[in-house]
């Protein structure tokens, strides 16, 4: 298209309809998904634990660290704070979106999990990557 319009040639394909045709292909499928979670969401679940049990540090060797605490402006909510969710790194607010699960950034779910001996949590899982599984941090 830039050659085209550089050598004063008519445009032999409308590459601006092509990528906005895309876009909204891509805004359709995004709309749809985000009904179909919502949908599978369990209202009225609270989670297994007290918040506090879910704060902590937790690590992955490749994705680094990522930080979960109380939100200091209340403490009746989770905050994280991962390099993927914010720049410069700030925490980012997690509400509760069902059972242990809770949702950063309003696409990310995090999904705590428990020792099978104890009961304390562990690790959580992210759904940072489409194309592989959840990435597992564990509590350091």
């Known amino acids: 298209f830039a ?8 445009p032999l394909y409308d590459w601006n ?9 891509m805004d359709l499928e995004d709309a749809q998904e985000i ?11 609270v989670p297994s634990h007290p918040l ?3 704060c902590g540090i937790y ?20 905050v994280i704070t991962y390099h993927a969710f ?7 607010p997690l509400p509760h979106w069902h059972y242990d699960v809770f949702l950063a950034v309003d696409e990310f779910f995090i999904t705590f999990q428990t020792d ?8 959580f899982t992210a759904n940072l990557e489409l194309i592989v599984d959840d ?6």
Do not use: W
């Open 3 to 10: 050659a085209d319009m550089l050598l004063g040639l008519e």
């Open 17 to 25: 309809k092509k990528y906005a045709d895309i876009q909204s292909q």
């Open 35 to 45: 009904a179909q979670r919502n949908k599978e969401r369990v209202p009225n679940t």
């Open 52 to 54: 506090s049990a879910f």
């Open 59 to 78: 690590s992955h060797p490749i994705y680094a660290r990522a930080i979960v605490q109380l939100d200091p402006s209340n403490h009746t909510n989770l």
């Open 86 to 92: 914010a720049q410069p790194m700030q925490p980012v």
């Open 116 to 123: 099978e001996y104890n009961g304390q949590i562990t690790a």
């Open 135 to 140: 990435i597992i941090f564990t509590r350091v």
